[in-house]
């Protein structure tokens, strides 16, 4: 135990899963309640709820103004501040928040909570149900707001806003750098996500319960359909689940009076987080964001100073880039397993919550083994900001926190847009979206002022040539937004 008594602790958890018929599941309220109430009895003692004054929820796919301030009164909280963080924030955000309110004396215990049910909605469409959410139509106290926009329009236009097309673009940068030929590329991709698919099945609360071989991933069907050019269904996150989490956070003071017990703490470590904002199209190097190499670095350091061996890891894992990226970042290997709840794609990726959900499992492997000290990574929009956290048994050191946002916006100035109505241009990234009938390409290319430019194309011959053969690198003319 740690001394000092405005040390972070966490001392309750839970996350649920629910795959039921449509009139046996919950809408997201009710699960996040769920949540709420076995994280108050996992502390194992509900006086708990007299010293939590504080409520964070990443805001989800649903329309309640302030379900903190309902779930509070549903579990004898009072005297609480109820804080909603819009999407486009970091879910470590309010933890490490948290953490720092604890440590500075400002809130005695946080609950952090989400909740979603869209594979509740889905069921009742397919029916031709309506879909039935209770109304919360009052403000919290806080609303958590991201500083800039996470796409451009001229992105938006061709993309659109759901996040596939972006990530695949920034695949093929990240392919195109390490040198490695497509077929390859997605043998390699369909083994990492195959090995998350037997993960998925070990997790009572998985989405996924049997695993799923290589070539399931690898190939095109009816269950794995084709969404961005190298990805199919099963490489994307699952965010239609009927999921939810609690965790709370009290000082170490609360848990000694509350007589918590030990076997139940586990500790937040130290954490990095990168809030600088670039819209994919205008970043310097699209598969190596400054922000997270800062973040990372800082991680590393704190570990190795302080002779910290993180040995679980759960890596972010909306798309199998995200999972590149920060096995990259933190010098792991094939050998290492990269996540505890099977990924986003098999164990469920809900919207407002997966960060909460992987550091839930990392804790509950903690508990199971006091020799485990675990590293969660998160990410919010198209790999734009990042996260790391170390999670242990023990309060090895002071709670490390930096937020590098300020060294990353000073390193990584954005680039331009093109102004340039044609000409020849390199490409950067590109993908292939929609249908076998209107396939499209997508190139985020560069001019010769290093401007950038989204182009578009139809051309049949060559999407069937940008799945075989690297087109990154190549020189290609342009007309307007259209490549000739």
Known sequence: MSSHKNTPVVIGISSLSQKDKLENLDEALILMDSAVKAAIKDTENNNITKYIDDIRIPKGYWKYRDPGRWIADKNNISNVKTSIAKVGVLQQNLINEACLNIIDGNIKASLIIGGESRYKRVLA?????????????????????????????????????????????????????????????????????????????????????????????????????????????????????????????????????????????????ASAESNHMIPTILRKDLARPMGMQLAAKHILNVCKDNNIKPNIYDLYSCFPIAVKLFADSLLLNKKDAFTVTGGMSFAGGPLNHYVLTSTVKVIEKIRDNNKCIGLVTGVSGMMTKQSYAVWSKNSL????????????????????????????????????????????????????????????????????????????????????????
């Open 125 to 269: 469409s397919k029916v031709g149900k309506e879909y039935f959410e209770t109304e919360l139509n009052k403000n919290p106290d806080y609303y958590i707001k991201a500083k800039d926009e996470l796409r451009i329009p001229e992105e938006e236009d061709e993309l659109g806003q759901m996040a596939v097309g972006y990530y695949s673009i920034i695949d093929s940068a990240y392919r195109s750098r390490k040198g490695i030929k497509i077929n390859e590329y997605k043998k390699d991709i369909a083994d990492l996500y195959k090995k998350f698919s037997e993960v998925a099945v070990t997790n009572k609360e998985s989405w996924l319960k049997k695993s799923i071989s290589n070539e399931d991933i690898l190939n095109e069907s009816e269950k794995n359909k084709k969404q961005a050019f190298p990805y199919n269904k099963y490489h994307c996150t699952s965010w239609n689940v009927n999921q939810s989490v609690a965790l709370i956070i009290c000082s170490e003071e609360i848990a000694d009076k509350l007589d918590v017990p030990n076997s139940k703490r586990v500790y937040p470590i």
């Open 397 to 484: 050191i002071p709670f490390n926190y930096k937020d590098v946002t300020e060294e990353a916006a000073n390193l990584d100035i954005p680039k331009k847009l093109s102004t340039k109505k044609s000409g020849e241009v390199k490409i950067v990234g590109y993908t292939i979206i929609g249908s076998d009938s209107e396939e499209k390409i997508i190139i985020y290319a560069e001019d010769t002022n290093g401007d950038r430019k989204v182009l578009v194309s139809n051309n049949k011959k060559y999407i069937k040539d940008m799945e075989i053969n690297e087109w990154v690198g190549k020189k290609v003319s342009f007309k307007g937004k259209y490549l000739v």
